[in-house]
């Protein structure tokens, strides 16, 4: 047996908790550590070298703190980053993308939509994407500037939110998508508000299961001698350590405390 290591999982903010609670569920005895970007968020409206720089110093942070695989929990920062990360880090690096192959094979009216950030959207990962599954079905975007900072604030049920929503899945719902591919790591968090709005009827697609699973497979395949960790789970933020520690708790659905990220990792 090696070593025990850990998981180090990082995003812009708290929407990557809604990734976490997966991989806590399909890893119990894993030392887990999360680290929210808050001091710099959202991603959606920075430029892709900036994302690229905080991916790279947060996952030091990671590696340095025992994390021996990573998991970007985050859309925007893997369309940003993953690439560049790999070369560096030589550790496996997980990154997510919108789910578009399953939404395409769930969606009945072949017309599928996609909430997300606008960088995620204009990336080059996402164009490949499209590219790939856009003639088997419509795939129609929404970029959803502000409903980051919605979840951020832990405002999931206030009218602005509903505002929102209501702009963003109305046009899609106008051309007839019957599936929503919640293409940001903040959405889940906001799946019973987004029903409230579509109807129920609307199948919403989210990434965060399959995540796991691919982690899974990559550990069992790339470090198969590893002991298993102790079962925490810390947090670090590199906001506002109090706002972080009440909003991550009320998300986490337990005691979330955060710490503050050392200096130079701010
Ligand atoms: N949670 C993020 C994502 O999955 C990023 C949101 C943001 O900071 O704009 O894209």
């Known amino acids: 047996m090696g070593s025990p290591g850990a998981i180090g999982v990082f995003d812009s903010g708290v929407g990557g908790l809604s990734v976490l609670q997966h991989i806590r569920k399909t890893f119990p005895h894993e030392r887990l550590i999360y680290v929210a970007d808050s001091g710099h968020v959202p991603y959606g409206d920075k430029t892709p070298a900036y994302i690229e720089k905080r991916s790279h110093t947060l996952t030091r942070f990671l590696v340095g703190q025992g994390a021996d695989a990573i998991v970007i929990a985050c859309n925007t920062a893997t369309a940003a980053a993953v690439a560049s990360l790999r070369d560096t880090f030589s550790i496996p690096i997980i990154g997510m993308e919108p789910a578009v192959k399953p939404a395409v094979a769930a969606s009945k009216s072949s017309v599928v939509g996609v909430l997300a950030t606008v960088g995620t959207l204009e990336s080059a990962r996402f164009a490949a994407l499209l590219e790939r599954y856009g003639d088997e079905v419509e795939i129609i975007t929404q970029g959803c500037p502000g409903l980051v900072e919605q979840v951020e604030k832990g405002e999931l049920d206030s009218a602005h939110t509903r505002a929102l929503l209501e702009r963003y899945t109305a046009p899609l719902l106008a051309r007839g998508a019957d599936t929503l591919i919640l293409g940001c790591t903040h959405y889940p968090f906001l799946a019973a508000q987004i029903r409230d709005v579509t109807g129920a009827n609307i199948m919403l697609i989210d990434t965060g299961e399959a995540v796991a699973r691919q982690?899974?497979?990559?550990?069992?395949?790339?470090?198969?001698?590893?002991?298993?960790?102790?079962?925490?789970?810390?947090f670090f933020t590199s906001g506002d350590a109090t706002a972080a520690t009440r909003i991550m708790s009320a998300l986490w659905g337990d005691t979330a405390t955060a710490q503050t990220l050392p200096h130079e990792f701010l």
């Open 215 to 234: 982690l899974q497979r990559r550990m069992h395949s790339e470090l198969p001698q590893r002991a298993s960790g102790d079962g925490t789970t810390r």
